[in-house]
């Protein structure tokens, strides 16, 4: 089914969550330390995203963003992590039988760009293939 601004396809999950590996993909411009940062330009905004690897450790990570702190108070999620990347509640879940696994990696962006035709001609189908190629079997989506 083509994806189109009046419908979104739906797919059926024929899998119990038992059995599914969660990759987390989110707009809360967490990325890790050693990764390029996000651009703050308040123009522009930034259409990137980056590739967070499964294994990673929660003090590994870090936030950019560039909404207005009354809009995104990043304060919280630089304390912890979890609260807009949930990868420690995500592995708890693994471990007590609630979901199969972890994705391999995971992909963040941040949610303030302006460049929508970039967005949609580019990124989308770059993360797309990115989650298409790490085999999740379901995606949990966050923002910031």
Known sequence: MEM???AIPYTPNQKSLSEMTLMIVSTSGVHLKDQEPFSTDTAQGDSTYRVIPG???PA???VTHAAPKEHYNTDAP???INCVFPIDRLRELADNGVIQGVA????TMMGYAM????????????????????KADAVLLTAG
């Open 4 to 6: 189109s601004r009046k």
């Open 78 to 80: 630089k304390e912890d």
């Open 60 to 62: 590994d990570l870090t």
């Open 104 to 107: 391999e990696k995971h992909i």
């Open 55 to 57: 294994e990673v450790q």
């Open 115 to 134: 460049r929508l035709k970039q967005i949609n001609d580019v990124t989308i189908p770059a993360v797309a293939k990115e989650v298409v190629r790490s």
